[in-house]
């Protein structure tokens, strides 16, 4: 969804930072095509989609940068030991439990 919302913003030679309400609207006929449930793609959702990407996006980036974490290749995973976890979810919000892994 990203490549085609900054192929729509491009060609719209919009100035504003973010996306607005038309650019959203203009994704929907290539969001769809790649949608297994295109009936409930519309302008909304596909603004909805692109907001929880930002906020995961935003946890995932705190997340990695934090010290104590490393990164497990086998699994594709971060790691720390459940201290490092524990605290980490006591100081910030419950969006990133989703990037722990089942074994971590």
Partial sequence: MIDPLLQVKHEQKAAQRSFTKATFDAVV???KAHS???H???GSRCKNKHNMMKRDWHSWDKL???SG???DE???VPTADLAVWKQWFEDTNNNARKFRGRNS
């Fill in 74 to 76: 086998e699994k594709g």
């Fill in 29 to 31: 006929p290539e969001v």
């Fill in 64 to 66: 990695i940068k934090n």
């Fill in 69 to 71: 974490f490393d990164w």
């Fill in 36 to 38: 297994k449930q295109a």
């Fill in 40 to 42: 409930l793609v519309d």
